[in-house]
Each structure stands twice: as structure tokens, then as C-alpha cells.
């Protein structure tokens, strides 16, 4: 891997940190990026399904979920994990990553990672071939293409110091500030940065400076490389080394910072866990000296830098770099009220889930109502047979006579002079648990049964415990030798076009054991359409929990809401063409049972 990012490098955010998100994103509109840099957010205690971020002066939306295997699964291609986990849990979401696999790079800002376990992590990261940034540290970025968080600060300060678009150094650093500041410098003094990484200041960092300066060394955008390293540690001699072996060709630029220690009697820390020297070699001043020794450009002082930087990059003759077209980032911006993710009316066409309306809506395009249905409600383009399941279903319970306390309803509202939708509502109102709920309750009780592999009397056992009654199952009228043809019609559909159907086939199982006890306890309609609806779903390759989640929203029931509504305007409209006076209930049909009201003190 010669480049750590690319223009197409997508991150999986651990930690919804809204800043540091919102700054890659609007680091992502500034230069151009077609997709956002962030694909998903871990957020293991948030109860919502997104967060929304600006994109310029729109909004985007960026996927929230439990954890990083989720996160991972639902978005392969993102293969850069930025941990913003406490140092009390980074390094066990780090481990977590490391063992999920399919990082080629991870970033983690905490800082303190208690030693021994940095260690470890490294090793386990530096076995499995990812590169890790950090622990302590504010990250990387390689300019034009991706940004880590909050690395380069502001997007004015990014532009003022050409983190915009690629030049020619590689910058390596410990210090995530003295990063920003070199970034400046490199842009008044040279043409920016082709890459840039701030390694981390705890003692044991992922990757070293060796690593980074290596991958550089290999990567044609840069054409010579800084180091700015500080007193501790001895990270800088291994680039010696490299140096003098010939793994190393391009011109380096460095420096350590903390030549002052050597004015203090005693050893003292500077800032970073790893900024103090326990050695003379680890000093400032002898690295330095060493470095110079091997070739490596080091200036007299860290104020003699940018001139440094300005000789060799100079005397390399380099093509100046154009300047990109960029985006300007609106300086007030609104957040969005409302969202919408399945119909869209600007432009010159609407459109169902990206399908102009025309595409579906008339007779020669061969699409029907079920194909809208699967374009509005589930954002997908369901095969044949599934949307004539659809159609099927809503044929199947648009009306069942008019004593159903639904049709009652309509019509009796219907005939107080109420209008069409008045009149509908009241019907409507009265689907629920009693009226049209079996279909949601047969959905979740069979399919709990056949998730948990209990046979028909462990489910009679356990439907008994709940207190409720089999949803799905049994008919006033209809029984085995008076079947439902409705029913039948639905099985020999399935039977047919269905790849398979194990939630049916369980279910009839069920159907046998209940009608050994009574004829009448036979699989309603209600209970086949909603068992049906778990086995379409699995055909066409939804996940478990997504079903599950189409039936607690009530998804199913919404198939009988449009079916039935058809029915009900249907008596709504009856009512009026026969000008139906007001309605009064017989009172013979009322049992008055009407006693004294008892006085009170």
C-alpha cells in the first residue's frame, strides 16, 4: 500500500463525535469527493438509525449502528476505522477490529492506552498488515482524496495551507499540533503535502516513522520527505539506518524538537508520554546530530526549518501544481425539518424510489400496484411474482361484507352525511388487534416459533404461557371440511411461484395439531397472508432482523389497511348512491339494563 487513502477511502467513525464528522465532511464537499468520507457511525448506546450532517448547503445522511460488526457488515468497502473510544475502551474496539478483519487502517485518538496493552495491539495490528496511527494522535490525510477528523483544523486554515490538493512532501510527524504548523510552513516554503501523518505521542504508537517514511519512499506523489520527531525514544535511528542502506533515496528533511532539555539538571517530560529521554541517544540534540551525520537535512535550528524546507525543495526543479476547482463551503447553512428517502417532486418528473412515475404508472410500462408498493414502502424492485403476491393479497381482504365493524362504521358515518374521507377514517379507525391485527400477530408468533425450532405443542405450550390466542388461527364458519377457498387460493399461488415456503410448511404443521382438537381451528386468512409475508421476504434475501422489524412497524398490517380501504369506500360510496337516511340502532337490538342512580352522602 503506497498511499494510505484514496479519493474513494470510506471510514467506519467510532464514536459519534459531530465535529470531528462534520469537518471530514465538509473537507469531502471542498474538494470535490463523490461519496462521503464517513460511511457509517458506531454509536453502541444511541437509539437512532442515523445522524445528519451538512454537505455543502444539503444535508446527507450517515447510518448508525450498534456496533463495529454491524457497522463492518452493512459497509465492506469501508476499510479505515477511526476510534474515538475513551482510552478506557479503545483498545478493545481496536482488538474487536482487528479480529472482524477487512481494515487496511486504523486511527485511535485516545491517549493513555495503559502500555502493556499498546504493546500487544501493535503487534496483533503489525501481524495482520494494518496500519495503526496512534494511539494519541489527531491522524492523517492525504490531501485531495481523504482526511482524518480534525487533523488540519479549520477549512480555511486547510486552504491557506494547500491541504486541499497534493503536493510534493511527505510530512511524518509525532505532534498533531507542530503537524498543522509544518503544514503551513510547507506551503509557503514549497507546494504542500502529498501525504502527511501525525504518528502519535504515547510512548508505543502503531505505526513508526520508519513505516511511513518507507511507504512514501514507494509512493510517486512524493518527491521528499520531513520528519519532525522530538527527545525520546529512538525510532529516528532506525530512518538512519534506512538511509544508509538504500531503502531510502528521497531527500529527507528533519527534525527533533526539545534541544532545551539539555539546559535542565534532570530529565523532564515534554507534553507527549514518549517525549523524554532516558539516554543521551534519545536526546534531541544527539539525534539530530546523528541524523545530519547520515545525510539527512537537518537545519541549525527549528527556526532555520522553512528555510531548509524552501533549499530542497527548490533545488528539486518541480513542475508547479495547478489548483484545483473547490467548493465552497455556504456560510450558513439549515438543517432540514423533514426527510424523505422514497418519492422526489423536483424536477420535471416525480419519481418513486428514483423511477419516474411515467416508468411504472401507465399500462405499457406492465407494472401494477405491487411494484409501487415495493418501490415506496420497501425501496426496492421486487420480481414478478413477489408483486403479484402483493396484488393477490390486497384483492384478497379488500372487503368481507358489510357487518365487519370497519364496513359498519363507514356506512354508518357515510349515511350521517360525512364525506368520502370522513367516512373511510372511521373505518379505518377500527383496525387493530381485533380487526385486521392477526396478520402482524400470526407474522411474529409463527415466525418466533420457527426461529426457535419449537414443534407444534411447544408452541401451543408457549402461545398458552402468553395468554393469547394463536393469531392466524381459527374461523367462525370455515373449518377442514368447509374451507376458506381464499385460503386455498393463496397456498396453490405460493405453491407455485414462492422459491419455497418453510414458514408455511411449519405452520401447517401447527394447522394439523389444532384441527385434531376442533375442525374450526384451521389457518384464516389472515394467518396465511402474514405467514406468507415472512417467506416472501426471506426468498428474496432479507435478513432476520429485518423482518422482524417489518413486523413490529407494522408493515403487514398496512397490506390490509390498503386492501381494505378499497372495500370500505366502496360501501361509503353504496350509501350515497342509495341516499341512505341517518342511521339509528334499533332499540330491540340494545339490552337497557339502566338502574336509580344511588344518592352520595
Known amino acids: 500500500m503506497n498511499q494510505l487513502y484514496t479519493r474513494s477511502t470510506q471510514a467506519i467513525f467510532w464514536n459519534n463525535n459531530k465535529t470531528a464528522i462534520q469537518r471530514m465532511l465538509d473537507y469531502d464537499y471542498t474538494i470535490k469527493r463523490d461519496t462521503p468520507s464517513v460511511a457509517a457511525i458506531v454509536a453502541p448506546t444511541s437509539g437512532n438509525k442515523f445522524e445528519k450532517f451538512f454537505w455543502g448547503a444539503d444535508e446527507v445522511m450517515i447510518p448508525l449502528y450498534k456496533s463495529t460488526a454491524d457497522a463492518k457488515a452493512a459497509q465492506p468497502q469501508a476499510d479505515v476505522l477511526l476510534n474515538f473510544a475513551s482510552f478506557r475502551t479503545a483498545y478493545d474496539v481496536t482488538m474487536e477490529a482487528l479480529e472482524i478483519g477487512g481494515f487496511s487502517s486504523m486511527m485511535i485518538t485516545a491517549e493513555g492506552i495503559p502500555e502493556r496493552l499498546a504493546r500487544g495491539m501493535n503487534a496483533k495490528a503489525r501481524e495482520l498488515g494494518v496500519v495503526v496511527i496512534g494511539p494519541a494522535t489527531v491522524g492523517a490525510i492525504t490531501p485531495g482524496a481523504f482526511k482524518v477528523a480534525n487533523i488540519g483544523g479549520t477549512i480555511d486554515n486547510i486552504i491557506n495551507s494547500k491541504l486541499h490538493r497534493a503536493g510534493s512532501c511527505g510530512l511524518v510527524t509525532r505532534s498533531g499540533g507542530l503537524f498543522n504548523e509544518l503544514s503551513n510552513i510547507i506551503a509557503i516554503n514549497a507546494d504542500g503535502i502529498a501525504e502527511g501523518v501525525a504518528i502519535g505521542g504515547d510512548r508505543f504508537v502503531g505505526s513508526v516513522f520508519i513505516d511511513n517514511l518507507l511507504r512514501m519512499e514507494k509512493n510517486p506523489d512524493v518527491k521528499y520527505m520531513i520528519l519532525l520527531g522530538e527527545v ?64 539527512i537535512h537537518v537545519p541549525a535550528t527549528f527556526n532555520d526549518l522553512p528555510a531548509k524546507i524552501k533549499e530542497v525543495f527548490e533545488s528539486l526543479n518541480l513542475d508547479p501544481i495547478p489548483e484545483p476547482e473547490i467548493n465552497v463551503i455556504p456560510k450558513v447553512r439549515r438543517p432540514k425539518q423533514f426527510i424523505c428517502t422514497i418519492s422526489d417532486d423536483r424536477g420535471e418528473e416525480a419519481t418513486y424510489a428514483g423511477f419516474p412515475i411515467s416508468s411504472v404508472a401507465t399500462p405499457d410500462t406492465g407494472k401494477g400496484i405491487g411494484d409501487v408498493i415495493s418501490l415506496l414502502w420497501f425501496k426496492k424492485q421486487y420480481p414478478e411474482w413477489a408483486t403479484q403476491f402483493i396484488e393477490t393479497v390486497i384483492k384478497t381482504v379488500a372487503d368481507h361484507g358489510p357487518a365487519v365493524s370497519g364496513a359498519h362504521n363507514a356506512k354508518v358515518t357515510a349515511r350521517a352525511g360525512k364525506s368520502v374521507v370522513e367516512a373511510l377514517v372511521t373505518g379505518l379507525l377500527t383496525i387493530g388487534p381485533r380487526f385486521g391485527g392477526a396478520i402482524d400477530g400470526a407474522a411474529k408468533y409463527f415466525k418466533y416459533a420457527d426461529d426457535n425450532d419449537l414443534d407444534p405443542k411447544a408452541f401451543l405450550k408457549y402461545m398458552k404461557g402468553e395468554g393469547v390466542p394463536i393469531p392466524g388461527i381459527g374461523h367462525r364458519i370455515k373449518s377442514l371440511k368447509n374451507p376458506d377457498l381464499r385460503v386455498t387460493g393463496l397456498m396453490n399461488f405460493a405453491a407455485e411461484n414462492f422459491p419455497s415456503t418453510p414458514l408455511l410448511d411449519y405452520a401447517k404443521t401447527v394447522e394439523a395439531l389444532t384441527t385434531s382438537k376442533k375442525e374450526n381451528l384451521i389457518l384464516n386468512v389472515d394467518g396465511t397472508i402474514g405467514i406468507l409475508m415472512v417467506d416472501m421476504w426471506r426468498a428474496l434475501g432479507y435478513e432476520e432482523e429485518e423482518i422482524n422489524e417489518f413486523i413490529e412497524s407494522g408493515t403487514l398490517n398496512a397490506f390490509f389497511i390498503v386492501g381494505r380501504s378499497i372495500g370500505f369506500i366502496g360501501h361509503v360510496l353504496d350509501e350515497k348512491r342509495l341516499a341512505m337516511p341517518m342511521y339509528r340502532h334499533p332499540m330491540d337490538d340494545i339490552l337497557y339494563d339502566v338502574q336509580k342512580a344511588e344518592p352520595i352522602g
Open 232 to 295: 525520546g525514544g529512538t525510532e529516528e535511528y532506525k530512518v538512519i539506518e534506512a538511509v544508509k542502506d538504500g531503502r531510502i533515496t528521497k531527500p529527507i528533511i528533519a527534525w527533533c524538537i526539545g534541544t532545551i532539555a539539555k539546559y535542565y539538571d534532570s530529565g523532564v517530560q515534554f507534553g507527549h508520554a514518549g517525549a523524554s529521554a532516558n539516554a543521551e541517544s534519545e536526546t534531541a540534540e544527539y539525534k539530530n546530530r546523528a541524523m545530519a551525520e547520515a545525510g
